[in-house]
């Protein structure tokens, strides 16, 4: 084309841009590359970044400009599509999900750093359990909202063209996972943290009692939370080591509800342990369904080849027995000459 | 280069998956999800590198080729990592008019000329989809990794750079020139990648030289234009150690053409040469054991069983170089320690399972959760393993077969021994009248070496004897006449390749046996232990690196892009020995190079080593091609 040559563009047919761009060749033609004289549209430079690719984006824009006020000459300008990307309600969800989940995973972060602490005397119990129980709604939730997705993506099944179905799945997938992930680094939270617990009143119990108080105080202190667990069952027996302890009962009353504390805490950590697994088994059901295998991006176009292969031959074949069946066709023939002369002598 | 060229290209291609932005490493960022788009280039090149599953985390919900039919949808970025033809280019522009995306960023492989890029422009503006064309970036990855200090040119035109069209005698000047186009283009590429720009050296006369002209002024270009240089003060110093700039030797397959017919004993080049290794997947095929059908009208089903060979597979990465005997032992080896760990597996159920019954067994039931969950959680690991074990069983057992089957082990020795022109103890005449002894290829090669190997050419009569025996067994003689032409011409030129003394050791067979009772059972099949030999390759490599003195290197070319002026002297300026280097075959290459060359950087340490061909071929493609030639 005339408009290409009649700037004389310097560049050599592999397109590497070894000059300074069209709009300008024309001043500085007699002048060499290499003079720093920048022009508005030079070729970028990624100089700040390591990256071994070239950026072409605003030659590209730049190409785009001058084409279109080329084309504004000749004719009236077409109305530019509004930017106004309509996103469907499943992308909508999906982002919304994919925040939600950033979050909890930051929430996660600060929850993993305060439980690693083993200081012994400052600890933030309170903020703990409040981050767990937060977390541990936000994971109920983003499990539900995943369902609900998934459920969206099923109804919608037979509307969506096989590739926006698959990539629906897909992104089903890649939350879930996800999810799964956080759980189990919640999980791993947990578990420390109860390590944590038990090692602190190991080390409470025998920094702050002296030794035989405190294997007494242990028992005691042990079989009445047992007991006051059970209170239920062995109201009597309780009753009796009531009557029978009573004075000691005050003093115990403290360390009572401190060792009660944490046993409330462990019992909490427990229980949530226990649900995050049952949300495990959701999940990893959920994932089973999706299948996903580990192959190679070139594996399903070879697998394609050899089954429309193997299909092509099984017809030949077939095709190739049915017309080589003399048999058949000498019976089509005498079926046809039988039907033949029925109708010919008999309504002759 | 302290990073392989593996983890470079794959580092690139995230990068690119990430929307060119340097990735994080943050999982707290929100997912974002794209589409990928490439062509059979395209393809090549990531498949090697990436797997499914990594793009899954990536965030790449589909993957789908440039020319199949694609639905719209409308609400999803899409990266396109196509090479700039005018077919790729057409049917980028009926997109951006079918608008079956939200936002385009367009990845050219190699460099797209500025024509191309008005044509996107023009098809743009038509669509009124400007503002979705969001980025267009020249990715220079026109090349395909296959190992970590391995590369290939491209794959789907391997027709139009393969050693028969660069070597055919009716070459057009313009098919060359296309040809030596195309190599440069990927070479430069391949640099770009590297982040280094090196001394090049090339011996005279023939395509390897062209290349290298090319190649250098194609850098030297680059670096010129201070303003557009791929090679900023930031690629070189990002990542790199070393001051020194690799060396470049770039070779020409007709520099030794015994060693792609030659019949070898290393893992890698045995699946290469024996199965059907393509991209570092195998396909093997497996004939049911079923006994066929009376009535007789179908033939049994042969299914295909690909395995993929991947950069994750330890026993794999340890294994590539060793010889065969020693694999199948390791392959045994790992299936005892993997029924061992099974075991143990099992055991601690049976405990947990007598344990629940125990009252007072609260602490012990703690420990035992414990081990449990421990060993819960390395059943993946497990299984894993047992997959590769698997795997490994299954082609080593393919290979084996074909060993005993065509006697390759027989003539893998006769061969070493021709190579290193040591007495042979049977004549030719005798193998080639053993019918059990191999395929009439397997025949063909042997006599080929022995012809390209032999100081003297045989006599008018021994040859003629040769032929006959070989026209008996029904082989086919073209590939002969190119060889008797090639052989002339290097005569010519220089004296042929010496191809080292080595020595070949059969082992007693029974002792292994009685050793290792494996499953692999080689009966009949020798044990060969390889000692180090040198191909002509790696000689010259050696030479050129620790800048020795040997009348064979001494007259190649130098050439020194960052030189300002370009020196047609073949002095080299720099007396010290390299440390990096890369060689390149201009014509071809295989596995077996590849081997002897990482053999001789393990045993220099502090050397790196890489190896780059534009096809890769086994032997019998390669006899196809000189019986092309031949009959010419």
Known sequence: MNARRRHGTKNNEEGVYTGPSQTQSQVLQPLDAPLAIPAPFAAPVDSSSSMSCRDRTSEFQSVCKSLLSRQNGAQTTKPVNSAVRQRSDFTLAAKRIGRDLANTFAKLEKLTILAKRKSLFDDKAVEIDELTYIVKQDINSLNKQIAQLQELVRSRNGQNSRHLQTHSNTVVVSLQSKLASISSDFKSVLEVRTENLRLQRTRQEHFSQSPASASSFQDRSFSNSVLLQDNSNKSDISIDMDLRSSQQMQVLNETESFIQDRANTMQNIESTIVELGSIFQQLAHMVKEQEETVHRIDANVQDTELNVELAHSEIVKYFQSVTNNRWLLIKIFLILIVFFFIFVVFLA | ?632
């Open chain 2, 1 to 632: 280069m302290a990073a392989s060229i593996r983890e470079k290209q794959t580092a690139a291609l995230k990068r690119m998956l990430n929307f060119n932005a340097p990735p994080l490493k943050n999982t707290a960022a929100e997912p974002l999800w794209k589409v990928l788009i490439y062509d059979r280039v395209g393809q090549d090149i990531i498949s090697p590198l990436l797997s499914v599953k990594e793009l899954r985390d990536m965030g790449i919900t589909l993957h789908l080729l440039l020319h199949s039919e694609r639905d719209h949808i409308p609400d999803v970025p899409a990266i396109y990592f196509v090479m700039p033809t005018d077919e790729n280019i057409d049917r980028i522009c009926q997109d951006l008019r079918k608008q079956l995306y939200e936002s385009y960023y367009l990845n050219f492989i190699s460099a797209i000329s500025r024509s191309k890029l008005e044509d996107i422009a023009s098809a743009a503006l038509a669509a009124n989809a400007v503002t979705q064309v969001t980025k267009v970036f020249d990715q220079y990855l026109n090349f395909i990794t296959l190992e970590d200090d391995m590369f290939v040119l491209g794959n789907q035109n391997q027709e139009q750079i393969s050693y028969h069209a660069i070597n055919k005698p009716d070459i057009k000047d313009t098919e060359m020139e296309a040809i030596m186009d195309t190599i440069v283009d990927s070479l430069f590429c391949f640099f770009v990648t590297l982040g280094a720009v090196p001394i090049i050296r090339c011996s005279r006369g023939n395509a390897a030289e062209m290349v290298a002209v090319k190649l250098d002024k194609k850098l030297r270009e680059n670096l010129r234009d201070a303003r557009n240089s791929l090679f900023t003060g930031d690629t070189m110093g990002a990542g790199q150690f070393s001051f020194q700039r690799p060396l470049f030797v770039l070779a020409d397959r007709n520099l030794d053409l015994a060693t792609p017919l030659h019949h070898t004993w290393t893992y890698q080049a045995l699946i290469h040469d024996v199965l059907d290794l393509h991209l570092n997947r195998v396909t093997l095929e497996e004939t049911p054991a079923s006994d066929s059908n009376p009535a007789g009208a179908r033939p049994k089903k042969k299914n295909k069983k690909t395995y993929d060979l991947t950069a994750a597979d330890r026993f794999w990465q340890k294994h590539k170089g060793s010889p065969f005997p020693e694999v199948a032992e390791s392959v045994q080896q790992e299936l005892d320690a993997y029924r061992t760990q099974e075991d143990e597996v099992k055991r601690l159920k049976s405990i947990m399972g007598l344990e629940g019954e125990d009252e007072g067994a609260i602490s012990m039931l703690s420990d035992n959760t414990a081990k449990l969950t421990s060993a819960v959680s390395s059943l993946p690991e497990l299984l894993e393993k047992k997959r590769l074990i698997d795997l490994h069983t299954n082609v080593a057992t393919a290979v084996l077969d074909h060993i005993k089957n065509r006697k390759l082990d027989v003539y893998f020795e006769y061969e070493e021994k021709l190579m290193s022109k040591s007495s042979l103890d049977k004549s030719l005449l005798e193998i080639f009248s053993d019918a059990n002894a191999g395929s009439t290829e397997d025949k063909m090669r042997l006599f080929l070496i022995y012809y390209i190997t032999a100081q003297q050419p045989p006599s008018e009569g021994d040859l003629e004897q040769y032929k006959k025996a070989l026209i008996d067994i029904g082989c086919d003689l073209s590939p002969l006449n190119y060889i008797k032409q090639w052989k002339a011409f290097t005569k010519m030129a220089a004296a042929p390749a010496n191809y080292g003394n080595s020595g070949v050791k059969p082992m007693g067979l029974l002792s292994r046996v009685m050793n290792t009772g494996s499953q692999f059972v080689m009966e009949g099949v020798k044990n060969l232990v390889l000692k180090q030999h040198s191909l002509p390759v790696t000689r010259i490599l050696d030479n050129l690196m620790e800048m020795k003195s040997n009348p064979e290197t001494d007259d190649y070319r130098y050439f020194d892009p960052k030189m300002l002026r370009g020196s047609e002297s073949s002095i080299p300026r720099n007396k010290n020995p390299f440390q990096e280097a890369i060689v390149f075959v201009v014509g071809g290459g295989n596995y077996i190079e590849y081997q002897n060359l990482v053999d001789y950087a393990k045993a220099k340490p502090g050397k790196r080593v890489l190896y780059g061909c534009s096809e890769l071929f086994n032997a019998p493609q390669f006899m196809k091609q000189l019986s092309q030639l031949g009959q010419k």
